[in-house]
């Protein structure tokens, strides 16, 4: 059974361009999550999709946004890159009868 | 890879011995509850679970400890084993919110 697959791997971007990365979850899996991790803040919610709506959304600037299309797969938008925006994105899948997650190996975003 | 946190807690353990691995949870209205181990360079990996109407759970060399009244969960791992040097984190959810909170997590170092 594949795991969460998450594209690109690495990632380096200036400051002012925008970004898109995407999330695969496991076959079956509903529901996407996304984090944003960094060495300051640790593990950090971003959103939650479940059957295309987002049902929660964390503490981050509207430059941050998501969506997720028909067949549970993920994006995730940053615009106007910043600096400290550089951190390690990741995603999570779960299904409705196991509450556990699991992630993907992430996005590393690096904005110079 | 890069370093998941520069100022983590560190523990450190001989091979063989057993570790205990403490985590603070923030929110009593928290009702599951998970911890992940996180190597470098890859995403969170899912160990362990338990809900709030259990107090111990045990996996394969794993086994968790959940204490309400003082809002505590703690990792055991028996014999620890060098493959267990990492980064651990607990996670709790409370259902409904569709997302988990992240402690800051604690380094495992194993001496051989």
């Known amino acids: 059974k594949a795991g969460v697959t998450q594209t690109p791997r690495y990632l380096i971007k200036t400051r002012g361009q925008q970004v898109t990365l995407s999330c695969s979850p496991i076959?079956?899996?509903?529901?996407v999550s996304w984090y944003q991790q960094t060495p300051g803040q640790g593990l950090q919610f971003l959103f939650e999709?479940?059957?295309?709506?987002?049902?929660n959304k964390g503490n981050f600037p509207g430059r941050f946004s998501g969506r997720q299309f028909s067949n549970s797969r993920s994006e995730m938008n940053v615009s106007t890159l910043e600096l400290g925006d550089s951190a390690l994105y990741l995603c999570?899948?779960?299904?409705?009868?196991?509450?556990?997650?699991?992630f993907g190996s992430g996005t590393r975003l690096t904005v110079v | 890879g890069e370093s998941v946190g520069l100022h983590l807690p560190t523990l450190s353990v001989q091979e063989g011995d057993n570790s205990i691995i403490n985590c603070a949870y923030s929110?009593?209205?928290?009702?599951?509850f998970i911890w992940y181990k996180q190597e470098s360079g890859k995403g969170p990996q899912f160990i362990i679970d338990?809900?709030?109407?259990?107090d111990k759970r045990q996996g394969q060399r794993v086994t968790v400890l959940l204490n309400k009244t003082v809002k505590h969960l703690s990792l055991q791992i028996a014999a620890t084993q060098p493959g267990d040097s990492a980064v651990y984190f607990c996670?709790?959810?409370?259902?409904?919110?569709?997302?988990?909170?992240f402690g800051t997590g604690t380094r495992l170092k194993v001496l051989a």
């Open positions: 999570a899948s779960s299904s409705p009868d196991n509450y556990g997650y699991t």
């Open positions: 076959s079956g899996h509903r529901s």
């Open positions: 999709y479940f059957s295309e709506t987002q049902r």
């Open positions: 929110n009593s209205a928290s009702d599951y």
């Open positions: 338990i809900r709030s109407n259990m």
């Open positions: 996670a709790e959810n409370h259902s409904g919110t569709y997302k988990y909170i």
